[in-house]
């Protein structure tokens, strides 16, 4: 049976998602929510050549979705108020999978308002998946690591919980604590009010495995290395090349697309997928933002990240 899919968002994230299904056979059809008629416009021209286009149907107004059972639902909106809005969805449609961005919320006081059901919600913190960091983990000789994470304009704030979840999957070790030793002032992003900063961010883990997060104007470059006793992984994000000791490999990362694709497939088959569980991220993100909320100096900002 072919399933139907709900995309909730028009943004430049929900475009790979659809490109990462428009083509799937076992795709019925595609329903894509926004309020902003420019963004449905945008997503809509972006497709308008594509020969599976019929399967595409773009709505502003929820009412005037009349189906209301879903395979699966992306969810591609802004990070503020993010647990309402899955609360609302839930009880408005029936949803097999859902698929959420990170940062998974924003809003400090809806950590404690998760009323619903979250098995099968699961976080686009895909890192795990992507073709260096699999070498990574699969060649570790040891649980217990020391990465350091450094670039220029990255987006910090907006990035850093990929890497923080990333560290706690590959030594099977949850967060024990976040600190934000460095805060600088915001800067603004192409993405209309949006902002991000640089510092310099410290994560604990359990094990005792440590995660240095730095963003700085002044640097070139953007890395990741990560210390396993005496073995060092490299990977060169601009190159993309993971170096281990001596050895370089040319390692490019996958695209949005075609991870969501396999996400979907994944689905489809095992009723499962590589990603973080809505339960496994949520502690995370509340530490990071608990953290983040006690260093800005305007609390408004946290309206301004994504």
């Known amino acids: ?55 595409l149907f773009f709505f502003n107004d929820k009412k005037k979705i009349k189906e209301k059972s879903f395979f699966l639902a992306f969810l591609c909106t802004y990070a503020f ?53 699999r070498l990574i983990k699969s060649n570790l000789n040891s649980k217990k690591v020391h990465v350091r994470l450094k670039g220029e304009n990255w987006h910090m704030i907006c990035n850093s919980l990929h890497y923080v979840n990333y560290v706690s999957h590959i030594t099977n070790s949850l967060v024990k604590k976040i600190i934000i030793k460095k805060l600088g002032r915001p800067y603004n992003l192409v993405r209309k009010n949006f902002i991000d900063f640089h510092g310099n961010i410290k994560v604990v883990y359990e094990n005792g495995s440590t995660l240095n997060i730095i963003s700085s104007k002044k640097t070139k470059k953007h890395f990741f290395c990560l210390k396993d006793g005496k073995k060092t992984f490299n990977f060169d994000f601009k190159k993309e090349q993971l170096s281990v000791g001596k050895k370089i490999f040319f390692c490019k990362r996958e695209y949005v697309s075609k991870l969501s694709n396999k996400f979907f497939k994944s689905l489809l088959k095992k009723g499962r997928v590589n990603l973080p569980t809505f339960d496994e991220a949520l502690m995370e993100n509340f530490l990071f933002i608990s953290e983040f909320s006690t260093k800005i100096k305007k609390k408004s900002y946290i309206y301004n990240i994504t």
Do not use: W
């Not at 329903?31 to 019929?54: A, G, P, R, T, V």
């Open 1 to 55: 049976m072919k399933k139907n899919i709900l995309i909730y968002g028009a943004g430049n994230i929900a475009i790979r998602h659809v490109q990462s299904i428009i083509n799937e056979k076992s795709v019925n059809k595609i329903y894509i929510f926004d309020k902003k008629k420019s963004s449905l416009e945008k997503i809509s021209l972006f497709f308008c050549n594509n020969i599976n286009k019929e399967k």
């Open 81 to 133: 108020n993010r647990i309402r809005l899955i609360k609302k969805i839930k009880s408005t449609y029936k949803i097999n999978y859902f698929i959420v961005e990170k940062i998974l919320e924003s809003n400090i006081s809806n950590f404690n308002k998760i009323t619903f059901n979250t098995k099968n919600i699961f976080v686009n913190m895909p890192i795990r998946n992507m073709h260096p960091f």
